[in-house]
T-cell receptor
């Protein structure tokens, strides 16, 4: 079945450092790909999405590019802030369905 | 947005629990997810216009209802220790779309502890 694999955390960075969180997926079709963020005590919030190969999703300085050849959707940010500390989930949704398949999440800790 | 109640609850093994969700106004699809500690959310099921429209790998003791007024329920019977988790409700518009890229709006969840 479909699956998503994320790098294990926590990822610990200093403020203004460069961030990469790796995500790879396995799917039978051509899924849409998402990054969700979960702040402490809150629900999941959509951070960005991409619906086809070579699409780049971006939001709040975060970016991820849909790479079909490597089945990857790595999350990047050029300069992280303390307020970016949260758990980040990579997810996919098969075409035509609204069911999300999530990775296990990666906790990001940013120190001043 | 999406609101869920209660935010926290404690039950004992064998009991039954009902969790409630109020969808975002105008949304006609609701999905429920189970998020165990340290794990990603797992799809339980989805309801569209009050009918089940897809189910994940969960036993029949997990059941749901969707009401015409944008509210829904998740019921779990015969609680087991492994049912301890954060239960997330998510609403969206439309049952299936070609791109599969409909945005789900999540609630903050109900944290269930089974002793």
């Amino acid at each position: 079945g479909d699956s998503v694999t994320q790098m294990e955390g926590p990822v610990t960075l200093s403020e203004e450092a460069f961030l990469t969180i790796n995500c790879t997926y396995t799917a039978t079709g051509y899924p849409s790909l998402f990054w969700y963020v979960q702040y402490p005590g809150e629900g999941l919030q959509l951070l960005l999405k991409a619906t086809k190969a070579d699409d780049k999703g971006s939001n709040k300085g975060f970016e991820a590019t849909y790479r079909k050849e490597t089945t990857s959707f790595h999350l990047e940010k050029g300069s992280v802030q303390v307020s970016d500390s949260a758990v980040y989930f990579c997810a996919l949704s098969e075409r035509g369905f609204q069911k999300l398949v999530f990775g296990t999440g990666t906790r990001l800790l940013v120190s001043p | 947005g999406v609101t869920q109640s209660p935010t926290h609850l404690i039950k004992t093994r064998g009991q039954q629990v009902t969790l409630r969700c109020s969808s975002q106004s105008g949304h006609n699809t609701v999905s429920w997810y189970q998020q165990a500690l340290g794990q990603g959310p797992q799809f339980i099921f989805q309801y569209y216009r009050e009918e089940e429209n897809g189910r994940g790998n969960f036993p029949p003791r997990f059941s749901g209802l969707q009401f015409p007024n944008d509210s829904s329920e998740l019921n779990v019977n015969a609680l087991e220790l492994d049912d301890s988790a954060l239960y997330l409700c998510a609403s969206s518009l439309g049952r299936n779309r070609g791109s599969g890229a409909n945005v789900l709006t999540f609630g903050a969840g109900s944290r269930l502890t089974v002793l």
